[in-house]
């Protein structure tokens, strides 16, 4: 795995440790849309540092950020927590 990508699971397990850890539905979304925003940093260092394993390092990169945006959707949709 690319050096960026390894930090995809902190970023996703501090995210869920906020969620959980949230009183409204705001600091719940507040929390994955963070998440989000890392991953997609960590695509775009990926992208800039190296552009020969672009493909199949941003697709699990992007996969992440799927993931985290559906989980996102869901809390938005919740009522309450």
Request: hydrophobic share 50%.
């Given at each position: 795995?690319?050096?960026?990508?390894?930090?995809?699971?902190?970023?996703?397990?501090?995210?869920?440790?906020?969620?959980?850890?949230?009183?409204t539905n705001r600091e719940a979304i507040g929390a994955v849309a963070d998440a989000i925003l890392q991953v997609h940093k960590v695509i775009a260092?990926?992208?800039?540092?190296?552009?020969?394993?672009?493909?199949?390092?941003?697709?699990?990169?992007?996969?992440?950020?799927?993931?985290?945006?559906?989980?996102?959707?869901?809390?938005?949709?919740?009522?309450?927590?």
């Open positions: 795995m690319a050096p960026p990508l390894r930090n995809l699971p902190d970023i996703v397990a501090r995210a869920a440790v906020r969620v959980r850890a949230s009183h260092l990926l992208r800039a540092d190296d552009p020969i394993t672009l493909n199949a390092e941003t697709r699990s990169g992007a996969q992440v950020a799927a993931i985290l945006e559906a989980a996102d959707v869901r809390l938005e949709k919740a009522t309450g927590l």
